[in-house]
């Protein structure tokens, strides 16, 4: 094997418990791990799998192990060993010590990787607080493994200066982050109540890493998000306007990948642009289908939605890459489609099912508003397509359809004057 001198060479390690995880699963994800590595412009030299009764406290993968490690980082010449799990602040401090070169974890992994990727202000602000709050806990004694660091992964972001300060200074950067990440979310809100306003219906693609959510976003809508077989080619969401068959424009918006063990601090630090899934009227979980661990990925991405208060939005999932699939059976929850983003029958097979879905979650009905109540009138116009409005005497009549999740956020007053709510299902 050929090691691009560009690249570092990396150790992976993976460990799991012997009741808990199988041999399987551990390879699974440790060439997820490698993937993670290349996208980080890593190279795997070596990879090391270990199950145990438990996992070491001190070491994760116990004092002998940990040796053997630093006799494979001198023979292989490694510049950083790679965990596939979360290490603790303690694990990482024994296995700093020992071993003569970085160490990083998952978490660390993936944090590198958004720090490379990340390119609007938002972006760097929302990386920049997740890697100080996973750090902060680990500030001790890291000085001198700081200092030798130098550069490369494990090395963005912040920086090293940075990370020097002490913890005071450290907890006040997050201050300021969080307050900074405020206004751009008060913002991004203000352009969230101009296209309710206007009554735009939103569709989110939401899925895995790498399924192909921006390959579909560009061909839907034109657009040239950078498409790339690596994990996180996308970072930052994009939105595009995306007529359908009907003649209705919807605004389609591309988002960050999941991945299982999505670190936490992510997961809060990006709640802002992830708002964007929560607004959507519909989402598609758009799936690898010829990828081996499409079942699981289902999962990760169902499990990140929960955490985002996004589980009761409509979805439509879209089983991708079916040109590369050989023939194997996925089943999905709720309705499903089978597409390859690269055939343009499937497109629009994809936007007729998108055109019905979203005529399904919409509530239709009439109201019937006294004039002297313009407030809630105003109201009704900003939430709803109003399709026929007259005045007969001193009430306002109002035909009216929008989405259901807009109708379930409308105040009790105002629905106290609606009439023949029909309220259909997907």
């Not at 979360?86 to 990482?92: A, K, T």
Request: charged share 30%; glycine share 6%.
């Amino acid at each position: 094997m050929t090691i691009d001198e560009q690249f570092e060479r990396a150790i992976l390690v993976g460990c799991g418990t012997k009741s808990g995880t199988s041999s399987e699963q551990l390879h699974t994800s440790l060439e997820e791990l490698a993937r993670l590595a290349d996208t980080a412009r890593a190279q795997e030299v070596a990879r090391v799998v270990q199950l145990r009764e438990r996992l070491d406290s001190a070491w994760l993968i116990g004092r002998g192990k940990a040796e053997e490690l630093v006799r494979m980082v001198e023979e292989k010449e490694a510049d950083l060993v790679l965990f596939d799990q979360e290490l603790s602040p303690s694990q990482l401090a024994h296995l700093e010590d020992l071993l003569p070169c970085k160490v990083l974890d998952r978490t660390q992994l993936i944090l590198d990787i958004f720090a490379m990727r990340a390119r609007t202000k938002e972006g760097v602000l929302q990386v920049e607080l997740a890697q100080m709050e996973y750090l902060l806990p680990r500030l001790t004694g890291r000085g001198k493994e700081l200092s030798r660091l130098g550069g490369g992964i494990g090395t963005r972001g912040p920086g090293e200066k940075k990370l020097e300060t002490d913890r005071r200074h450290i907890r006040r950067r997050i201050r300021d982050l969080k307050a900074e990440l405020d206004r751009v979310r008060q913002h991004r809100q203000l352009h969230q109540a101009r296209r309710r306003k206007m009554n735009v219906v939103q569709v989110a693609l939401v899925g895995y890493t790498n399924a192909g959510k921006s390959t579909l976003l560009n061909r839907l809508t034109g657009a040239d998000v950078l498409t790339e077989d690596r994990l996180f080619a996308t970072l930052d969401p994009t939105s595009r306007f995306c007529r359908l068959p009907s003649g209705e424009d919807v605004l389609l918006t591309d988002t960050v990948g999941f991945i299982r063990h999505l670190p936490h601090h992510l997961v809060a630090a990006f709640r802002s642009t992830l708002e964007q899934v929560r607004e959507a009227d519909l989402l598609l979980h758009v799936v690898d289908k010829s990828h081996p661990e499409a079942p699981e990925q289902i999962r990760a991405v169902e499990e990140v939605l929960v955490k985002l208060d996004a589980s009761h939005i409509p979805v439509l999932t879209v089983l991708n890459k079916a040109d590369r699939s050989k023939g194997e059976l996925l089943t999905a929850d709720g309705e499903s489609i089978e597409i390859s983003a690269f055939r343009d029958s499937d497109l629009e097979r994809l936007k007729q099912t998108v055109d019905r879905l979203l005529v399904q979650v919409q509530v239709r009905g009439s109201a019937e508003i006294p004039v002297s109540r313009g407030e809630l009138i105003s109201r009704l116009y900003q939430l709803a397509d109003v399709t026929h409005s007259e005045v007969d005497g001193l009430m306002m009549k109002v035909n009216f359809h929008l989405p259901r999740r807009r109708y379930e956020q409308m105040s009790a007053e105002l629905k106290e004057y609606m009439r023949d709510v029909v309220r259909l299902k997907p």
